[in-house]
T-cell receptor, first 115, second 115 residues
Framework: GEDVEQSLFLSVREGDSSVINCTYTDSSSTYLYWYKQEPGAGLQLLTYIFSNMDMKQDQRLTVLLNKKDKHLSLRIADTQTGDSAIYFCAESIRWVTGGGNKLTFGTGTQLKVEL | NAGVTQTPKFRVLKTGQSMTLLCAQDMNHEYMYWYRQDPGMGLRLIHYSVGEGTTAKGEVPDGYNVSRLKKQNFLLGLESAAPSQTSVYFC??????????????FGPGTRLTVL
């Protein structure tokens, strides 16, 4: 099947680091993405990583990629209450029909940041 | 630059009623998508379009129809609504999906309840 798996919930204290994990399905995925969904809003691209990279850092965000295990993680340093949201990982998979690539999204991880 | 907009934001239907959800984008994107989001299931692709006048089925197309008469608009229709179609519907667009990188831009969503 084409299930991208994530744990459903994560709770952290403000100022701690958050680590959100994702297991994807297609070893040929060239790009992997992290999207953020704030309450009542659509998804926004947070960051992405190209498959030939092991790590990508962008300010408080660190993305780690383990291609052998098809495991992706997003670490948020110094987590703030404004980081409370649902985080989706997504992999880019070649369309069977129609050409190009489609995104397959994980189930989403709800991050709750407590004071 | 409004990005991706969706109307309406909320709607309540009775079983058997019909309705059309409208998506508009002002980024001159070729590709447009309709997803539904259900708790614990992430986003699932309903239909998509690779250009004006073209549409194709996604993962969960049954009970829905779409049209892309103009490049900037993508309509999702429910001919005879069922309670199983209670969901949050998201429209997205991307410049193309022919390359590996496929950043999708999302609208704010339409919350639909079918009684």
């Amino acid at each position: 099947g084409e299930d991208v798996e994530q744990s459903l919930f994560l709770s952290v204290r403000e100022g701690d680091s958050s680590v959100i994990n994702c297991t994807y399905t297609d070893s040929s995925s060239t790009y992997l993405y992290w999207y953020k969904q704030e309450p009542g809003a659509g998804l926004q691209l947070l960051t992405y990583i190209f498959s030939n990279m092991d790590m990508k850092q962008d300010q408080r965000l660190t993305v780690l990629l383990n291609k052998k295990d098809k495991h992706l993680s997003l670490r948020i340093a110094d987590t703030q209450t404004g980081d409370s949201a649902i985080y989706f990982c997504a992999e880019s998979i070649r369309w069977v029909t129609g050409g190009g690539n489609k995104l397959t999204f994980g189930t989403g991880t709800q991050l709750k940041v407590e004071l | 630059n409004a990005g991706v907009t969706q109307t309406p934001k909320f709607r309540v239907l009775k079983t058997g009623q019909s309705m059309t959800l409208l998506c508009a984008q002002d980024m001159n994107h070729e590709y447009m998508y309709w997803y539904r989001q259900d708790p614990g299931m992430g986003l699932r692709l309903i239909h998509y379009s690779v250009g004006e006048g073209t549409t194709a089925k996604g993962e969960v197309p049954d009970g829905y129809n779409v049209s892309r008469l103009k490049k900037q608009n993508f309509l999702l229709g429910l001919e005879s609504a069922a309670p199983s179609q209670t969901s949050v519907y998201f429209c997205a667009s991307s410049y193309s999906s022919s390359g590996s990188y496929n950043e999708q831009f999302f609208g704010p969503g339409t919350r639909l309840t079918v009684l």
